[in-house]
Each structure stands twice: as C-alpha cells, then as structure tokens.
C-alpha cells in the first residue's frame, strides 16, 4: 500500500460535517479553493458556512486534512456523494491558475494513497463541476482544470 502523505491537523467546525458516513467509501472529488490557504481554512472553520473538504493542498505542497475520514465533509453539492466521497481543495483562484509543481506532487501523492487505500476506480475520481445538483451547478475547479479534457489528462498521472 502506499503510504500516507505528511498531513497537518487543522479542524474543520463541527458544525460543518456530519460525524459518520451512511456510505461506503468510493469516489475522491476535486476543487479549487477560488481564494487563499488561510481564507479557506477559516471558511471551513466557520460555524455558520456548511461547508467543509477533508483535505486541502497548498501551493507550497502542504496537505492539511480538516475532516477525518470517516466523517462526512460538506464538499459536493450533492448528499449522496458527500456521504461516499473524499474532498480534495486546491488552492487556487483567477490569480494563481493551475497547480504549482509542488502541489500536483502532494496532490497526486494523496490521490494515489487514497485511491489504493479505498480502491477506488479512476473512473470515481471526480471534479466538484461533474457531481454538484445544487440548483445553478459550479464550474469549479476551473481555476486549475478549465475542463474536463484537462482533468482526464492529469487522471492519466495517478499511480
């Protein structure tokens, strides 16, 4: 098995999981976090925002997970698949386009562990964009991946 990136603790609220899951785990959800590291943590931190990932990789290359596992991140747009996937934020936005080359290690590096971790097919590697049913959907993460052509070649690059 792969081992486990180096990851840094940083708690999500409480208030913005759900404690258990009522699923299995099996698809790995990609963002872009659309502001800075510290504007995300605090994002996920706040009580009031429902919302949460359970990792977030910096541009440095820093992992940092805020929700545990087997608890449900509030990341999809979707019920469901909260409840059956792993969130993954990259930290990027309209002024830092695509991935620095530390990031896509780290990112590639979490993804592969996980991936070999929970067996989890390529084809349930997924971006935010393709799983959201919220009314008015997201284009996210189109700050790294504009579509899903550019995300399908980065897939190809998973151990």
Known sequence: ???RPDVKWIPASSKNQTDYRE????SIVCHNTDCSL???IATFQ?????VSAHYIVARDGTCIQMVLEDHTA??????AMNHRSIGIEHVADK????????QQ???????????DKYKIQKSHIHTHRTVDTMAGGTDCPKWI???????EKFKETIA
């Not at 509030?74 to 019920?79: L, P, Y």
């Open 1 to 3: 098995m792969m081992s």
């Open 23 to 26: 699923s299995t785990i099996d």
């Open 38 to 40: 510290q504007a995300a």
């Open 46 to 50: 706040d009580r009031e925002t429902k």
């Open 74 to 79: 509030w990341h999809a747009g979707d019920r």
């Open 95 to 102: 002024n830092n386009l695509g991935m620095t080359q530390e």
């Open 105 to 115: 290690q780290c990112s590639l590096n979490l993804i592969g562990y996980l991936v």
């Open 145 to 151: 991946w504009p579509d899903e052509a550019s995300f």
